[in-house]
C-alpha cells in the first residue's frame, strides 16, 4: 500500500507474482541457511528485502525473476531449481487464497480448463491456453508476450507448476512433458500433462484427500480470521486512512492482482482519498479520477470493481488492476471489503456527527467493538439489544431474526421487556408489514403507535403497556434479515422520525447488518463443517463430539446411554443396478426415517457410505434402548418408493450400552459395530 515497495518504482514490472520466489527461498534456505538469503540477493543484484520476496501478495519483474533462479542455481548447485519451486508451490502455499480459489473449482480438468484464468495469478506476461482437457490428460500451450524473452528457466518453473494441480485434490503431482519450446526458439512451449484418472475417480489415497481438505478448511479459517480482522480494525483504530490502508492490504490477499487502487471521498465536500499498490502516487492520482468520473462500464473489461457504498451514501470505488479476467468467487470477495471501506467511511462520518453528543458516540463504538466479537446470531441479537437504549432514546428494545426455513419472524433478544412465547414468533400473514418486506425489502423505519393500522402492532402495544415504536429493518444486499424495535412507555414523540433518530437507526442497523451476515455465514460453515453433505445429519466428527458429552453427562446423572449402528442391507446391489443418484435419494429418505425415530435431543449420524449411528442420551434403562432399536428396525418395514421405483430395502442394527458395555468410545463402537455384523449374518441365514 501507500509506502510499500512498490514494483513500478522499484526494478521495474510487476510480471511474477512472488510465490515464485517465496518458494525459491525456502529451497535456498535449506542448503545455506539464513545467510544464504542475503548472498542469494547479493548474487542476484537485487534491491529487494527478503521480507518483500517472501510475501505472496507481492510482485517481481521478469529479469528479477530470471536473475534470482540463476542466482540460486549457482549457490545451491542444482541446475534444475526453477521446475523444483514449481513442484513446491502448492506445498507451501496450499492454505492461500489463490490455493482455496483453484481448489473451489472442483477437479484437476477444470482447474486445466481455466489455465488460462489461473495463470493470471501467477503472471502477467505469459498467456497458457488449454487445447485439450479430458479426464487424465491436458494439452496446455504457453506464450510469453511481445516484448519479453522466453528464458529455460521460466519453461522449467511452469513445467514444476503445471503438475500441481492434482495436488490440491489429494492426488499425486501431475506428469509433465515439454514437447516444444519457446525459449529454444519454437513458436510456443506445448505441455503434455497426464495424471491416473481413474485413481482421481476413486479417490483412492484417502490420507491426501483428507489432507487436501484440511487444507482447504484451514484456507477458509485464515480468510474468515482476514474478515474479522478486517471488522476489528474498524474500531481499533481511530484514524481512517489506517482503517482504509488495512483494507486495502487485505483485499489484495484475498484477490490475487497486479495493481490496486481504492478511491473514496469520504463526502462531498472532502479530498480524494487514495491507498494503491503498484504504481506510484502520481500515477494512482491520475487513476483515481478517472475510476470515479467514468461509467464502470467504460473502463477497462480486465478491471474488477466495486462501488464503495452503503445506504448512507456512495464514497468510491475499489478496483484490482490485471491484464485478464477474474474468478466470480474474486468478485464476491472484493466487494465483500469494499462494503468494509464503506462501513469504515460510514462509521467516520457518523462519528464526524456525533461529536455533539459524546455519549452516544462512545455508546456506537461500544456496539461497534461488541458487535466485532459476536459469533452468532444470538450473540449479535443481545449485544445489540443491549446497547440499542444508550444510542436512542427509548425505553425497551427487541431484535427480530426472519427465520426462512420455519417462515417466522422470531425475537432472539429483548432489553427492558419479556414477552410471552406466543408473541417472540409471527408469521408473515399475521401484519402485512412482514411480506411487504419479504417482497420489497426496505431500509426505511415505521413508526407505530396505538393508533396503527397494523393489529398485530396495535395487540402488542396494548398488551405490553407500550406508547410507541419504531421499527427499523435490517437489510443486507436487497435481502430482508430481520429488524430493530425501540419503544417508549410514555410520549410518542421521543420517536418521532426525525433527521436524527434516523441517521442513529441507519448506523445501527448497518453494523447489525453485517454483523448478522457475518454471524450466518460462521453458522454456515459450521454447520456444514460438522454436518454429512447428502443427508444433512451429524458427520463422523460432530457424531462423536456428541457422543462424548453424552458420556459426561451420563456420568453425572447415572443414567445409561445407548449407542446404535445402522448398516443398510443390499445397499451396494442398489447403487449397481438402480446407479448412484438413485442411492443416494434412498440414503436420504433412510435419514428421514431414521430421524422419525428418535427424540429431539437424540443424534443421528451417518458415518459413512451406508453406515448410519444413533446416540441416545439421557435414557432410564436397557429396556428403553431395546425399544428404540425395534423402533429402528421397524422403520424399515415399509419400502422405499423413489419416482415408480420401490425398493425394498433393510438394515442391520447393532447395539451398545454404556456403562455396561464400556467406559469410553472406543469399546462402545467395537461393540455396536460386532453387534450390527453378527446381525447382519443373522439375516443372511434366515434369507437363505
Known sequence: MEGAEQGSAVEGGRHLACTQSSVLLRLVRRVRGEDGLKELLDLAGSTRSIAYLDDVTNWISLDESLALFKAAAELTGDTHIARRVGEEAVAQHAGTPVATLLRSLGSPEEVYRQITLSA?????????????VEPGHALIVSRVHDGFERTREHCDWAQGLLGQPTVLFGLPPATVEETTCQARGDDCCTYEVNWDADLAAERSNPTEHIAALESQLSAMTERLESVYASATDLIANTDLDSVLARITERAATAVRAPRYLLAVRPDDESDLRCHHSGFDAAEAERLATLLLETPADELPKTWLIADVSSERRTYGRLVAMSDSSFFPQERYLLELYARYAATALDGATALDEAKRNHEEAEALLDLARSLAEAKTSGEVAARLADAVPAIVDCDRASVWVWDEDAQVLKCLATSGVEFEDHATHFHADQSPSIPDQLEAPSTEPIFYDRDSDDPLIRGVLERYDMAALVVAPIVARGEFLGSLSVVVA????????????????????AQAASALQTARLIERMSHQASHDGLTGLANRGLFSERMEQAMAAAE????????FFVDLDCFKAVNDERGHAMGDELLQLVAIRLLATVRAGDTVARLGGDEFAIILS????ADEVDAAAIRVEDAFGEPFVIGEHVLNVGASVGRAIWPDHGSDIEPLMRRADSEMYRAKRAAKQRAA
Open 490 to 509: 410514555d410520549d410518542p414523540s421521543r420517536l418521532g422520525l426525525s433527521r436524527d433518530l434516523r441517521d442513529r437507526l441507519s448506523g445501527v442497523v
Open 618 to 621: 439421557d435414557v432410564n434403562d
Open 556 to 563: 453425572r446423572s447415572g443414567r445409561p446411554v445407548g449407542l
Open 120 to 132: 493470471s495469478k501467477f503472471t502477467t506476461i505469459t498467456d497458457l491456453e488449454p487445447i485439450t
